[in-house]
């Protein structure tokens, strides 16, 4: 059986963010991918300069309509990505019910894009919106440590915190929870980084038990653009893969990420010459010249289990 996922994220012409940095990807494993795109810019908007077009909520609905005209809004997979408009936000929702009416195994895969470091870049009034409609419809959660605050009203300092967010989140309802950067201090060191996941798996006698995972993975120096993008297309496709092992597939998210981001920086500082910084466009993932890690990831990072 084919799998299809319809992905509804920001499109730019040059670089990889968004639907960009999730389409290849998934299609190099597999899966079919259906983009609506949010928004269609030249490029991301940490060049200097930036130009496009903002797709509204009643947009949507006409592109979503046409689909549901030609009865082939059958999917196994919904991925969404940054949106700033509520409207557009609400519409994603209704979209996601019906598409679960539909086909009650359909997997919701959400990244809540609202802000990172204590400050949001989204306008506020979105977080009810995905604490109150989102998260209750997603199956899987790709917070990092401030918006998994956000939605929690909980604060993060130890993991015994960090693991009672990550129930509270899966009381809203994913099943799966993936807090993809924390600012935990790391047994390791601070040079790393500390990601944490949660999988409830619901037995077939009505009880549940938990996964929990902690990966310490090595920093980056450096700004980089959609790989958050990345990680939420590729823990859709990992987790596909291995749907009740979350070790499995966040070790194989994980380290493709590492095998990316260090391709990208290594060429980024060939590029930029000694001593100098890489720009946004030097910085620009490395995403086809990845494509041998995407299909099968080398394993760098271990993740162990609480």
Not at 85 to 111: G, H, Q, R, W
């Amino acid at each position: 059986m084919e799998c299809r996922v319809l992905s509804i994220q920001s499109h730019v012409v040059r670089g990889y963010v968004g639907n960009k940095s999730a389409t290849f990807p998934l299609q190099v494993l597999g899966f079919e991918v259906d983009s609506i795109n949010s928004v269609q810019f030249s490029n991301h908007t940490g060049y200097a300069h930036w130009k496009g077009q903002v797709l509204t909520a009643e947009e949507l609905n006409v592109l979503y309509d046409g689909i549901k005209l030609n009865h082939v809004n059958h999917y196994d997979y919904v991925l969404t990505g940054y949106s700033r408009d509520m409207s557009f936000l609400e519409t994603v929702v209704d979209i996601v019910a019906e598409l679960k009416k539909a086909n009650p195994s359909l997997v919701y895969v959400c990244d809540p894009v609202m802000g990172d470091h204590g400050a949001m870049y989204v306008p506020e009034m979105l977080l009810p919106v995905y604490r109150d409609k989102v998260v209750p419809v997603a199956n899987i959660l790709t917070p990092n440590q401030f918006e998994a605050e956000l939605l929690t009203g909980r604060k993060m300092k130890t993991e015994k915190d960090a693991v009672e967010i990550m129930d509270l989140l899966h009381k809203m309802g994913p099943e799966t929870v993936v807090l993809t950067s924390t600012d935990l201090p790391s047994k390791l060191g601070d040079q790393y980084l500390v990601v944490l996941g949660s999988q409830r798996i619901v037995k077939p006698d009505g009880t549940s038990s938990s996964q929990k995972i902690r990966m310490d993975i090595p920093k980056v120096d450096a700004v980089f653009v959609g790989t958050g993008d990345l990680f939420a297309a590729m823990l859709l496709a990992w987790t596909h893969h291995h749907p009740k092992d979350l070790k499995a597939a966040c070790e194989k998210t994980v380290s493709l990420m590492h095998h990316v981001i260090k391709r990208t920086i290594t060429y980024a500082n060939e590029i930029a010459g000694p001593g100098k910084k890489p720009t946004p466009s030097q910085l620009e993932l490395r995403m086809v010249q990845s494509k041998a890690d995407i299909e099968d990831p080398a394993l760098v990072v271990q993740a162990t289990v609480l």
